[in-house]
């Protein structure tokens, strides 16, 4: 064995390594594309489609998030004003809070996001006597955030987190999901309702395509010195 041996196995080892690692990485973002995909397919149908009640109490114990999100849904009840919750926000129109809202319906308690309101600004009490609420079924944001977790006890919540926040205000079984409120016809003042996400950035074959692409440069790195001679002592 020549002296440029060892050198040229471990050339040829780190080329093959990283064509693995980067098409299984390109492969990897395939996949999700088509999980991103299916999801905006899922979420413009649902966008689209009229109204429906929420699920019923006895449906509550089976429901997936998939089952549930951005589902729109409209729903009568009275709102516990005194029961609501401030959760940290940060949206398109700045930090903030979202205010949730328990709804007390003929069928059971769902939590309401009535919308964002800024820091330091006040806001409207929640409409008295019997309302309907139309918007887009959410599952619960258990934990927090990263790096924030919530802390019920002080009334510090990141995530809008269903069962800490029924827990912490003592509501019983309430729904495990919550309603976005859309934005009301004509709306002004806080909280303004109607700033659920349903916009989704895709860029999963941008890095597909570069992925794939370093795959194939560490392909051709190997075939070079695979042909490459020998080095000679």
Not at 35 to 40: G, H, R, S
Not at 44 to 63: I, K, S
Not at 75 to 99: C, H, I, K
Not at 165 to 191: M, Y
Request: a positive charge; proline letters at 9%; hydrophobic letters at 45%.
């Amino acid at each position: 064995m020549t002296r440029g041996a060892p050198k040229r196995v471990l050339l040829l080892s780190l080329c093959g390594l990283l064509a693995l690692l980067f098409g299984g990485l390109g492969i990897w973002q395939v996949e999700r594309l088509q999980w991103k995909l299916d999801l905006i397919r899922r979420v413009e149908a649902r966008l689209a489609a009229p109204p429906v009640a929420p699920p019923a109490p006895g449906e509550w114990a089976t429901l997936a998030p998939s089952d549930i999100d951005y589902r729109r849904v409209a729903v009568s009840g009275r709102f516990a004003d005194d029961q609501a919750t401030r959760v940290d926000a940060l949206t398109e129109l700045g930090p903030g809070w979202w205010v949730l809202t328990p709804l007390r319906t003929a069928t059971g308690t769902i939590l309401v996001n009535r919308g964002f309101v800024p820091k330091k600004t006040a806001f409207a009490p929640s409409p008295a006597g019997e309302v309907s609420v139309t918007g887009l079924l959410r599952p619960s944001e258990p934990g927090g955030r990263v790096l924030r977790p919530n802390r019920p006890a002080q009334d510090l919540f990141y995530s809008r987190d269903v069962a800490a926040i029924a827990a912490r205000r003592g509501l019983g079984k309430v729904a495990p999901f919550f309603i976005d409120a859309a934005a009301a016809r004509g709306q002004a003042g806080w909280p303004r309702g109607g700033l659920t996400v349903v916009r989704f950035r895709n860029a999963h074959l941008v890095y597909a395509l570069t992925w794939f692409g370093l795959a194939a440069l560490s392909i051709v790195g190997l075939v070079l010195v695979w042909k490459s001679p020998d080095s000679r002592p």
